[in-house]
């Protein structure tokens, strides 16, 4: 019997696995894998639920998948047409948290694993690494498999990752490559005096929006072969004073930096204090810094891996899928230390909003771009 995706979407859905909740999804895919002959590992660590899936030999050639079935938030559940998690299909649509992002691609894949093993044995292994920690900290989700499957002693080749990848269309993008990601934490102290006598006094605000300043003046740099020119946004600057006629003693900003791979983290801290420095010097009002880094810039050049996906894409849907490296990060910023990663999976129109939906047959569409694609790894 063949695994219907859509209807494992609609139980996954009705799994209440906000972050880090692990809601029973795990729990019901591993009863799934395991009728299967897949040799099933929870991978928890810290309170995050973790899911370890193996069908075949260790040494084999071995084709990986990474996903996850936590949530985010509903925000106010009144605000859905339909419960958040109810999974209520109406109209060839399945509706609820987790439609999109991304309950529908493990299903998917999951739903092709299954059916390919038991119907065309392959010569080979597949994995499938399954978080319950991607819309949180990161640290105890992904990472944790990773970290487990090389003390192990196991290793995926390649690897897909399910993530949603198309902007409106299906199979109109893939994704081979994200931009690294870091924010700037600043803290800038002067001395605090009247505002009527500003030479008795040396404004942290003045130090710190000439920093800002300098750092959105020129652009960072204008893209790379397969990248867009990197961002910098200012995010918020404070100083929480209430009074009008006081120059306040510090002031806040952060600065959020979408980086390419014409950088690293290492060398944008190094600039970006380089500048404070600068600043510091001539005003006397002194900056801390601090940073935290979410990921760092990544490619996976075109080459059999990539194509090989593209092509299945291609030949399911009709369209070539554009190989992109645009969005926010995602957990391929930890698989590509493994192995080759590409990520492609349905249109994430509606990913994290209320009434998150999908078009079930997306949903069987996409399975079959998984099927072609373990098809033709094998072949």
């Known amino acids: 019997m063949t ?46 639920s973790n899911l370890f899936a193996r069908w075949g030999d260790k040494g084999a050639k071995t084709f990986g998948f990474n996903g996850h079935t936590d949530v985010v938030p509903t925000g106010d559940a009144a605000a859905w047409t339909h419960p958040p998690f109810s999974a209520a299909e109406i109209d060839g649509v399945l509706w609820g948290r987790g439609a999109q992002d991304m309950k529908s691609g493990v299903a998917a894949f999951v739903a092709a694993a299954v059916d390919f093993v038991r119907e065309t044995p392959p010569s080979g292994a597949l994995i499938l690494a399954i978080t319950g920690d991607e819309e949180g900290a990161g640290k105890d989700g992904t990472r944790a498999l990773l970290d487990w499957m090389a003390q192990a002693g196991e290793k995926m080749d390649v690897c897909l990752v399910g993530e949603p990848t198309c902007p409106n269309e299906m199979g109109e993008m893939m994704k081979i490559g994200r931009r690294g990601s870091m924010t700037f934490f600043i803290e800038a102290v002067g001395v605090q005096g009247h505002s009527a006598y500003p030479h008795r006094a040396k404004n942290p605000l003045h130090a710190l929006t000439d920093l800002l300043g300098q750092m959105t003046a020129t652009p960072l740099d204008e893209g790379t072969d397969h990248f867009d020119a990197s961002t910098l946004q200012i995010t918020t600057i404070d100083c929480g004073n209430p ?137």
């Not at 395991?34 to 040799?39: R, V």
């Not at 891996?305 to 369209?319: D, H, N, P, Q």
């Not at 554009?322 to 590509?336: E, I, P, Y």
């Open 243 to 379: 009074a009008n006629n006081v120059i306040p003693r510090e002031a806040r900003a952060t600065v959020n930096i979408r980086f390419n791979d014409a950088h690293s983290s290492q060398t944008i801290d190094a600039w970006g204090r380089s500048l404070a420095d600068a600043v510091a010097k001539a005003t006397g009002v002194q900056f801390t810094l601090r940073t935290e880094v979410s990921g760092e810039s990544f490619v996976t050049p075109p080459g059999a891996f990539v194509e090989m996906i593209a092509s299945a894409v291609e030949r399911e849907t009709g369209r070539k899928p554009v190989l992109s490296t645009s969005g926010g990060t995602s957990d391929a910023r930890f698989v590509k230390d493994h192995c080759p990663v590409v990520e492609f999976g349905l249109v994430g129109d509606r990913m994290h909003q209320t009434d998150e939906r999908v078009p079930v047959a997306q949903i069987h569409a996409l399975k079959s771009i998984y099927a072609r694609a373990l098809h033709d790894y094998f072949a």
């Open 3 to 48: 695994v219907c995706p859509a209807k494992l979407t609609a139980d996954l859905i009705r799994c209440a696995s906000v972050t880090p909740e692990e809601g029973g999804a795990l729990v019901l895919l591993e009863g799934v894998l395991t009728d299967a002959g897949f040799s099933c590992t929870r991978v928890d660590r810290n309170g995050i």
